[in-house]
Antibody
Framework: EVKLVESGGGLVQPGGSLRLSCATSGFTFTDYYMSWVRQPPGKALEWLGFIRNKANGYTTEYSASVKGRFTISRDNSQSILYLQMNTLRAEDSATYYC??????????WGQGTLVTVSA | DIVMTQSQKFMSTSVGDRVSVTCKASQNVGTNVAWYQQKPGQSPKALIYSASYRYSGVPDRFTGSGSGTDFTLTISNVQSEDLAEYFCQQYNSYPLTFGAGTKLELK
C-alpha cells in the first residue's frame, strides 16, 4: 500500500524557515517523481515543484512563486521527501501536501501538514 | 502560465443524476489533464489522468473526456459520496496549474 505522511508544519514568523518532511512507503521511492502542492484555507491547489526520479538525475523544477526560497530534496536511503522553506511570508500559509507523480498527474497524496506564517 | 478555468464554482445535482464538470485551458494542453476529488477536511484523490484514463479503484461512473483546450469530467448515477469538490490540472507545461475547483452539492 502506498503511504505518504507529511510532518513539520506549524506556526512560524514572517521571514522564518521551516522544513517539511514526507515519509513514504509501499513503493520504490527512487522510481518516482515526487511533488509538493499547497492549498491555502478555502482556496485552490497550487503546484510548488517536483524532484525527478533516479533515471532523470533527481533534478528539480519549481513554480515562480517559490523559486529561490523553497528547495525540494529527497533522502533516497530513507524514502523521505523534503521541502525546505525560507523567507516565509503570510501568503505561504497553507496546507502542504506531498504527492507521488504519474506522468505529471498526482497519483497519491499525503494527508497534508498545516503551515501558518504569522507574527 | 496556462490558466485552467472551471467556470462553475458550484453545481447542484441529485442522487442518480448525471453531471458534467467542465474545465477549459487557456492554451492547447493535448490530453495532459488530470482530475481530482477533494472532500472537506481530506486530501485530494486522483480520479483521471491523460484526460480519460481512470486510476485504479475509481468507480466507472467517473468518465473523463476532451483534448486540446476543453475537458469534461462526467459523473453518471451520482452517489451521495460523490458530493465533493473537483479540480482539473494540466501537466503539459510548467508551471503545472490547477483549476479553481467545482463544488458538487445536493439540490
Amino acid at each position: 500500500e502506498v503511504k505518504l505522511v507529511e510532518s513539520g508544519g506549524g506556526l512560524v514568523q514572517p521571514g522564518g524557515s521551516l522544513r517539511l518532511s514526507c515519509a513514504t512507503s509501499g513503493f520504490t521511492f527512487t522510481d518516482y517523481y515526487m511533488s509538493w502542492v499547497r492549498q491555502p484555507p478555502g482556496k485552490a491547489l497550487e503546484w510548488l515543484g517536483f524532484i525527478r526520479n533516479k533515471a532523470n538525475g533527481y533534478t528539480t523544477e519549481y513554480s515562480a512563486s517559490v523559486k529561490g526560497r523553497f528547495t525540494i530534496s529527497r533522502d533516497n536511503s530513507q524514502s523521505i521527501l523534503y521541502l525546505q522553506m525560507n523567507t516565509l511570508r503570510a501568503e505561504d500559509s497553507a496546507t502542504y501536501y506531498c504527492a507521488r507523480d504519474h506522468y505529471g498527474s498526482k497519483a497519491y497524496w499525503g494527508q497534508g501538514t498545516l503551515v501558518t506564517v504569522s507574527a | 502560465d496556462i490558466v485552467m478555468t472551471q467556470s462553475q464554482k458550484f453545481m447542484s445535482t441529485s442522487v442518480g443524476d448525471r453531471v458534467s464538470v467542465t474545465c477549459k485551458a487557456s492554451q492547447n494542453v493535448g490530453t495532459n489533464v488530470a482530475w481530482y476529488q477533494q472532500k472537506p477536511g481530506q486530501s485530494p484523490k486522483a480520479l483521471i489522468y491523460s484526460a480519460s484514463y481512470r486510476y485504479s479503484g475509481v468507480p466507472d461512473r467517473f468518465t473523463g473526456s476532451g483534448s486540446g483546450t476543453d475537458f469534461t469530467l462526467t459523473i453518471s448515477n451520482v452517489q451521495s459520496e460523490d458530493l465533493a469538490e473537483y479540480f482539473c490540472q494540466q501537466y503539459n507545461s510548467y508551471p503545472l496549474t490547477f483549476g479553481a475547483g467545482t463544488k458538487l452539492e445536493l439540490k
